[in-house]
């Protein structure tokens, strides 16, 4: 019998199950993520060398990061629009607002595709990408960036479905996005040996792929959140308020790409081992917060739902149980990261001085990842009653200029490893003690009135 994938009401039903059973697919599907991108790297630097491998991941990756990661993340912001209007039960703005989403989004795709083809090399240069690595990287980006329309489109897309209770749709062209990629990589790069070339080509095919899927569910499904080709033009009704939500969202993604870009400074002023050990580390907890964000993005969707349908009781109750629900999964992972670390390392690396290197870093972050919880939970609870701006000041303040001030100032003065590493538990600390404070206040639950107000 085949499967009919329906959105779920949140503002019914026991909270903490229809909070697990939403999270699992969005989690499952990073997870995937995750796991793709290390087939992608591995068939790369094994299919095309070393210099590849540094074109695709080094400063072009860098440049993806920054500038369509804030478009990605701002469409995360404005579906919290769609999520509120759903909740309230208005069929027609729901359609109307999904429609003005895409078109919003899909004019910037075009945008940024004429920037990046004119400008990817002047933005190598300006990153003083090497040499070797140049030309690869251009050609790289301008093929990436033909396809940045549609991958704007299908971020909204997911995040629309997800907005309106449907996890489980997004999952599944997410698998098959990444399957395409895989057999397109393996095509264009081993059979058609087509370089760095045919990885673009793939990434940008497979994203095409994913896109048409998701359109054609979101058409043709009989819920009330159709979509119609009628409504996919640009309208005054909530733009200002997806911008206003959106913006905050893609600048918080951005000022984390800047922060981290500060922080890998001094890794690789502590020397080869530890830069290799950094790096190592990623790949070892990553799984962490992929778990942690899609569970952030269940409870956005949640508190939206309800903030839009008048439940401020149910939404302050999904706080609790959600920071209850983050706190006990992040306990479970982190001691299975650090039961499994030892082992783990002895099968990625070879080399004794980045096994204990690597050791030391995860051992002063994770059993300290509970102070994550509150950041997680809150922002996403925030963002999901329609209040981006503070959570965005909040955490760039917090988390993203206190560690640039952290490695100004403390860390060229000591110039360890531990002391870089304490920039990421004393960003937390802060940031948590800010953001329990502003949410006490109880400011953001008025904020829902203006996303419903037209």
Not at 146 to 173: K, W
Not at 179 to 184: A, E, K, M, P
Not at 449 to 454: F, T
Request: contains cysteine; glycine residues 8%.
């Amino acid at each position: 019998m085949k499967r009919k994938h329906t959105a779920v009401l949140l503002t019914e039903g026991v909270i903490w199950k229809q909070l697990i059973l939403f999270f699992l697919p969005i989690a499952a599907g990073t997870c995937i993520q995750q796991l793709y991108n290390t087939v992608d790297g591995l068939i790369v630097g094994r299919f095309v060398g070393t210099a590849a491998l540094a074109a695709v991941g080094g400063s072009a990756a860098q440049i993806i990061n920054l500038l369509i990661g804030f478009f990605v993340a701002a469409t995360a912001g404005a579906s919290v629009v769609i999520a509120q209007i759903y909740g309230a039960g208005r069929t027609e703005d729901v359609q109307n607002a999904a429609g003005n989403a895409i078109a919003v989004f899909a004019l910037i795709g075009c945008v940024l595709t004429v920037i990046g083809l004119i400008a990817s090399p002047a933005m190598l240069m300006l990153l003083q990408t090497p040499a070797d690595t140049l030309e690869g990287s251009t050609l790289y980006l301008r093929i990436y960036f033909l396809g940045v329309p549609c991958i704007l489109i299908l971020n909204m897309e997911s995040n629309m479905l997800r907005s309106v209770g449907d996890s489980f749709g997004p999952f599944v062209f997410m698998v098959a996005g990444c399957v395409t990629n895989i057999v397109l990589d393996l095509l264009f790069v081993v059979v058609f040996k087509w370089g760095i070339a045919g990885v673009a080509i793939a990434t940008v095919f497979s994203q095409v792929v994913n896109m048409v899927l998701l359109t054609v569910r979101l058409v043709r499904t009989k819920e009330r959140y159709r979509l119609s080709f009628r409504n996919i033009r640009l309208k005054g009704v909530y733009l200002a308020n997806m911008l206003r939500l959106g913006i905050p969202s893609g600048l918080q993604a951005s000022m984390y790409a800047v922060s981290n870009m500060i922080i890998q400074i001094g890794v690789n002023s502590l020397g080869t081992v530890v830069v290799a050990s950094w790096a190592m580390t990623s790949k070892t907890d990553g799984i962490f917060w992929a778990v942690s964000n899609a569970l952030g993005a269940a409870i956005t969707s949640f508190i939206g739902q309800n903030m839009g349908a008048g439940k401020r009781n149910r939404a302050q109750e999904g706080v609790r149980q959600g920071l209850i629900l983050h706190a006990f999964i992040t306990v479970v992972i982190s001691s299975l990261i650090i039961l499994a670390a030892k082992p783990m390392l002895r099968i990625l690396t070879a080399d004794p001085a980045v096994q204990d290197t690597t050791y030391q870093i995860m051992m002063y972050f994770v059993p300290y990842y509970f102070l994550w919880t509150i950041i997680e939970v809150l922002s996403a609870v925030l963002r999901g009653a329609g209040d981006t701006m503070r959570p965005f000041l909040i955490i760039s303040l917090g988390i993203c200029v206190f560690r640039i001030v952290w490695i100004g100032t403390l860390f060229l003065r000591f110039h360890t490893l531990f002391v870089l590493c304490m920039s990421y538990l004393a960003s937390w600390f802060v940031t948590d003690v800010a953001m329990v404070i502003y949410y006490r206040k109880g400011k953001w639950m008025d904020r829902s009135r203006q996303i419903l107000e037209r």
